[in-house]
Nanobody
Framework: QVQLVESGGGLVQAGGSLRLSCAAS????????MGWFRQAPGKEREFVAA????????SYANSVKGRFTISRDTAKNTVYLQMNSLKPEDTAVYYC????????????WGQGTQVTVSS
């Protein structure tokens, strides 16, 4: 089992920045892929960013590319999402997730943290 706890969400004005953190505990391993997803009211959950198990490969949704940066601190079992130039459409609950088996679905999820961007 892997437990994930997100933090760092909040209310910010458009153009501002936030940094989300996701701390992993339990059966943690640096060999997991980790990702961030988000779900806005009335919409399906969508992919935001991911970092592979050796922190070499990152990927981003087109809507956040150039504004968000995903990173991880293996020693702290923590993954981060630095969000800059925030827009009202970034408002959502943000979830981190772990994929323990390469190529499979993400199998552990956090409880989410609310990000609200005011115009």
């Amino acid at each position: 089992q892997v437990q994930l706890v997100e933090s760092g969400g909040g209310l910010v004005q458009a153009g501002g920045s936030l940094r989300l953190s996701c701390a992993a505990s339990g059966r943690t391993s640096s060999s997991y892929d980790m990702g961030w997803f988000r779900q806005a009211p009335g919409k399906e959950r969508e992919f935001v960013a991911a970092i592979n198990r050796n922190s070499v490969i990152t990927s981003y949704a087109n809507s956040v590319k150039g504004r968000f940066t995903i990173s991880r601190d293996t020693a702290k079992n923590t993954v981060y999402l630095q969000m800059n130039s925030l827009k009202p459409e970034d408002t959502a609950v943000y979830y981190c997730a772990v994929r323990t088996v390469p190529g499979k679905d993400y199998d552990y999820w956090g409880q989410g943290t609310q990000v609200t961007v005011s115009s």
